[in-house]
């Protein structure tokens, strides 16, 4: 199975600041990596699909970008809504793996 | 609009079985794969099983391969997960989920139901 190893594991940023989550592929997987954003108690919400295309309704400061087997979701500034934990998914072949998760926090 | 809902879930004996189910609406059945996702208590995000949009072809992770069993129903447009021989580790939250892309078995998920949790305890 194919390993997405996320980094960092927890991350304390300020509003407006940029912040920057990867996960690296164990092999190589084109562009089939998503990222999704949960907030406690609630599902996870798509943000990213396909490295790079942002789903539609999600504000523009998310945005995706792939070098290689590293892909990376940058927020641009950050605001208070985006407190959230965030995982990246590579959906290339089944089984399909999630990152660890990053905690976002204040 | 899409929606998912998940229910059957409960507190099981280790050993035990259960079954999960997925009334979907708001969207052609038949043309999406769907896929199960479980989050443990306190846990990232794990997949667990998917089917095409036929039924026809399946997939499952390693930690429920042979153990766990997915199906669906286009006359009630329902998704189940047959979960045999539970485990402790089988407790979590479990999600189903539907792929964005139509008449493709891969791909990112655009929609997600509230979840259903599995305990699993004796």
């Known amino acids: 199975a194919i390993q997405m190893a996320q980094s960092p594991s927890s991350l304390s940023a300020s509003i407006g600041d940029r912040v920057t989550i990867t996960c690296r592929a164990s092999q190589g997987l084109t562009n089939d990596v998503d990222w999704y954003q949960q907030k406690p108690g609630k599902a996870p919400r798509l943000l990213i699909y396909d490295a790079s295309s942002l789903e539609s309704g999600v504000p523009s400061r998310f945005s995706g970008t792939t070098s290689g087997t590293d892909f990376t979701l940058t927020i641009s500034s950050l605001q208070p809504e985006d407190f959230a934990t965030y995982y990246c998914l590579q959906d290339y072949n089944y089984p399909y793996t999630f990152g660890q998760g990053t905690k976002l926090e204040i | 609009e899409v929606q998912l809902l998940e229910s059957g879930g409960g507190l099981v004996q280790p050993g035990g079985s259960l079954r999960l189910s997925c009334a979907a609406s708001?969207?052609?059945?038949?043309?999406?794969?769907m896929s199960w996702v479980r989050q443990a208590p306190g846990k990232g995000l794990e997949w667990v099983s998917a089917a095409s949009g036929s039924g026809v072809s399946t997939y499952y992770a390693d930690s429920v391969k042979g153990r766990f069993s997915i199906s669906r129903d286009s006359s009630k447009t329902t998704l189940y997960l047959h979960m045999t021989r539970l485990r402790a580790e089988d407790t979590a939250l479990y999600y189903c989920a539907k792929s964005a892309d139509e008449y493709s078995n891969y791909g990112h998920f655009d929609n997600w139901g509230q979840g259903t949790l599995v305990t699993v305890s004796s």
């Open positions: 708001g969207f052609t059945f038949t043309n999406y794969a």
